[in-house]
């Protein structure tokens, strides 16, 4: 079964045509975008063999084995001028590694990307700031108790600040109840975190951190 967060970002993927679905793990978010037809053909990638493997089961499970092809590679190396990805997805990696991955990757031909950092998103979002890429829709969402930001980019220009890149700019706009939730709880965190706080330079931090807080709200 796929998870609210997989078929959330597979709505991303309707219209395009060739998928490359970097870090697949499970082969779960093409399998599905393939059998929902969101997408004709699919890369499922990933760096390790346990995983492909994985991927590779479930994909002859369902019987799609010409429409998902698996490929063992580090991040998107096996994108070039050549071959017809035109949207790409990354989901469920932390921003450090999503970040090298896009650095790395030729992303010439790629019209759309869906990525989900689990960290470390402000680092993602000013790779795409700097490399001409536009965020076009955003989602906040909960999962498994656990919350996430799925991010939707296409070519094209954008000028974040400091709270667009943390929590995004979409995000930051539409204000959903879900995400004043969680930056609610964040404030109430360190302002318990305040009170135990001995020293200046710990209170200061904090305060710093619950004003740029506050400013997500405003
Ligand atoms: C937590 S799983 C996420 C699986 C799936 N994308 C999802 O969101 O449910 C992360 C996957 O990324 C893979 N991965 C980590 N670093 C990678 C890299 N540099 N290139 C390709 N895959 C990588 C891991 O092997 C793992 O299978």
Redesign the pocket.
């Known amino acids: 079964m796929i ?1 609210e ?2 078929r959330i970002a597979s709505q991303f993927l309707k219209g395009y045509h060739y998928l490359a ?6 082969a ?2 093409p399998i599905y975008a393939i059998e929902k037809g969101y997408v004709k053909k699919a890369i499922a ?4 063999n346990l ?1 492909l493997m994985n991927a590779k089961d479930n994909i002859n499970q369902k019987g799609l084995f010409l429409e998902v092809k698996t490929v063992l ?3 998107l190396s096996y994108l070039n001028l050549e071959n017809e990805v035109d949207v790409v ?5 932390g921003g450090i ?1 999503m970040k ?2 896009l650095d790395k990757a030729y992303l010439y031909n790629v019209k759309r990307m869906v990525l ?1 950092p ?1 960290s470390h998103s402000e680092l993602v979002r000013r790779f795409l700031e700097e490399h001409k890429w536009k965020i076009v829709d955003e989602v906040f969402i909960e999962d498994n108790k656990k919350y996430y930001q799925i991010i939707v980019c296409e070519k094209g220009s954008m000028i974040l600040n400091d709270l667009d890149r943390e929590f995004g700019p979409i995000i930051l706009k539409k204000k959903p109840p879900l995400f004043i939730k969680r930056i609610e709880s964040m404030i109430d965190h360190f302002n318990q975190a305040l009170e135990q706080a001995k020293d200046s330079e710990t209170k200061e931090k904090l305060n710093q951190r619950i004003a740029f807080l506050k400013g997500a709200l405003a």
Do not use: E, F, W, Y
């Open positions: 998870s967060r997989l679905d970097c870090g697949t793990d499970h779960l978010l990638s990933d760096n390790k995983p590679a580090d991040g997805t990354i989901l469920g990696m590694v090298d991955i989900q689990n």
